[in-house]
Structures are given as structure tokens and as C-alpha cells.
């Protein structure tokens, strides 16, 4: 039996200190081309949020009520973990788009939903939102894996 508390306060623990280490590496990345915003810009700030944010909630927990809770770790939970570490390790190898289609599809499946049809539906379309976003808008190459390269989707995804 854990307390929820304990759990709440650990984990926000845990983002705190990312965020301190986020804040204090996106200071050490020098700005290269005297631009206002530089490339240390957004980890900077992303990092004083998540601190800002994990006070709050540290302040917000301590207000909540405290009960036991009993953690279980289902077999579909495993496979979930199993299958993400998978897909970081693949990821060079396949790159973003089929790796996440791959990763999605398990994640969807393993979660409870067994329509094929909508987990590869739902997979395309998280995979094309992710590339309009970064690769369109953001200008952000995704990593390209080396058997995308030889399907040659490299070409099709990055022009």
C-alpha cells in the first residue's frame, strides 16, 4: 500500500528537479548568431515553468487529502513498457514516423482498443500532425531512421 500523497510528492519531485537541470543546461547552450531568441531560449523558460508549475502542485498536494492506494502492474502495463523502451532503442534504426506508428498502434492496443482500423488511423494521423507541426511550421527535422532512408522516405517525408 502506498500513500497518494507520497506518490504525488515523489513524482513531483522528480519534475522539479528536471526542470532545475533543463533550466540550468538551456543557460550553457550559447547563442550563435546574437538573436534575441537563441537556441538556449525555450529550455530556459520551459524549465522555470516546470519549476513554476511543480511548486504549485507541491502546494496543491499538501492540501489534498491523504489516502492508501494498493499499485498493481497489469501485464498490459508491462507490455506498454516493454514496447517504449523498444521504440527508443529502434528509433535510429526506423526514425520518427514508423517507429511512432509502431509505438501507438501497441500503446492503443495494449491499453484496451482492438480495432485495428481506428489504432492505424489514429497512429497516421498523430504521425502526419507531428510532421506538420515540426518539420512544416517549426522547421525542425525529425529523426530520420536509416530504413526510412531506405524505403525512401526520406525523400517523401523531407523533401
Do not use: C, H
Request: charged share 10%; aromatic share 22%; no cysteine.
Amino acid at each position: 500500500m502506498f500513500s497518494i500523497r507520497t506518490i504525488n510528492l515523489f513524482g513531483t519531485f522528480l519534475l522539479f528537479l528536471y526542470g532545475v537541470v533543463l533550466y540550468y543546461f538551456g543557460l550553457k547552450i550559447e547563442n550563435q548568431n546574437n538573436w534575441m531568441i537563441d537556441r538556449g531560449f525555450w529550455p530556459k523558460w520551459l524549465g522555470l515553468l516546470l519549476v513554476l508549475i511543480t511548486i504549485i502542485t507541491f502546494f496543491q498536494t499538501l492540501k489534498q487529502k491523504n489516502y492508501k492506494i494498493k499499485l498493481k502492474l497489469s501485464l498490459n502495463t508491462s507490455f506498454i513498457v516493454v514496447l517504449t523502451l523498444t521504440a527508443f532503442y529502434l528509433l535510429n534504426f526506423f526514425g520518427y514516423a514508423l517507429t511512432t506508428i509502431f509505438w501507438m498502434f501497441g500503446v492503443g492496443y495494449f491499453a484496451g482498443e482492438k480495432s485495428v482500423k481506428k489504432l492505424l488511423v489514429f497512429s497516421l494521423v498523430v504521425v502526419f500532425i507531428g510532421y506538420i507541426i515540426f518539420w512544416q511550421i517549426l522547421s525542425v527535422q525529425l529523426p530520420l531512421g536509416s530504413f526510412e532512408k531506405y524505403l525512401g522516405l526520406d525523400f517523401f517525408l523531407y523533401g
